[in-house]
């Protein structure tokens, strides 16, 4: 089964920017995969803000966006506020219809 | 509004059965993907199950043979029948739905499995 990597922790300013990647241990990660980005904050639901690589729910704020970067998957945030401390994760699709989960990003907004 | 509402989480012994139900307004769930997706205290997410528009499904395979996916149309909820339970099932349980799979999340029922 493949395993699905995120860097564990990140910090980020306020106002800054900051990209947050999910690798694939099969290889490069592809628009194929369908990648989605989740934010989840202490006690709460998670949410989805990006599904198949880059598109937006109606929820999801500007300042985030997806992409493919470097044969990953990649979330940027640009102009983070402190609201956006969470938890952050990525999906990917795989054959056989059963994505897998990354372990999660703790993002720090300090 | 697009409203999901799981149920029928609890404590239960190994060995024991539970089934989640996940109660739909503002869509169609035989119209939709309904996927669960479970975390375990203090964990990240796992990829449970899924069941599409059509009636298809798939699962994890850590529960694959012992949960099963349904859907009752007439009354829009789905469900997560879950036997043969083990300690390492203990997590919240969301309910998680929509166009694409994931749009639409519950706030989750907790599943205890101990002794």
């Known amino acids: 089964q493949a395993v699905v990597t995120q860097e564990p922790s990140l910090t980020v300013s306020p106002g800054g920017t900051v990209t947050l990647t999910c690798g694939s241990s099969t290889g490069a990660v592809t628009s194929g995969h369908y990648p989605y980005w989740l934010q989840q904050k202490p006690g709460q639901s998670p949410r989805t803000l990006i599904y198949n690589t880059n598109n937006k729910h109606s929820w999801t704020p500007a300042r985030f966006s997806g992409s493919l970067l470097g044969g990953k998957a990649a979330l940027t945030l640009s102009g983070a506020q402190p609201e956006d401390e969470a938890d952050y994760y990525c999906l990917l699709s795989y054959s056989g219809a059963r994505p897998i989960f990354g372990g999660g990003t703790k993002l720090t907004v300090l | 509004e697009v409203q999901l509402v799981e149920s029928g989480g609890g404590l239960i012994q190994p060995g024991g059965s539970l089934r989640l139900s996940c109660a739909a307004s503002?869509?169609?769930?035989?119209?939709?993907?309904m996927t669960w997706v479970r975390q375990a205290p203090g964990k990240g997410l796992e990829w449970v199950s899924v069941i599409y528009s059509g009636g298809s499904t798939y699962y994890a395979d850590s529960v694959r043979g012992r949960f099963t996916l349904s859907r009752d149309n007439s009354n829009n909820i789905l469900y997560l029948q879950m036997n043969s339970l083990r300690a390492e099932d203990t997590a919240v349980y969301y309910c998680a739905g929509g166009v694409s799979p994931l749009d639409y999340w519950g706030q989750g029922t907790l599943v205890t499995v101990s002794s």
């Open positions: 503002g869509f169609i769930v035989s119209r939709n993907y």
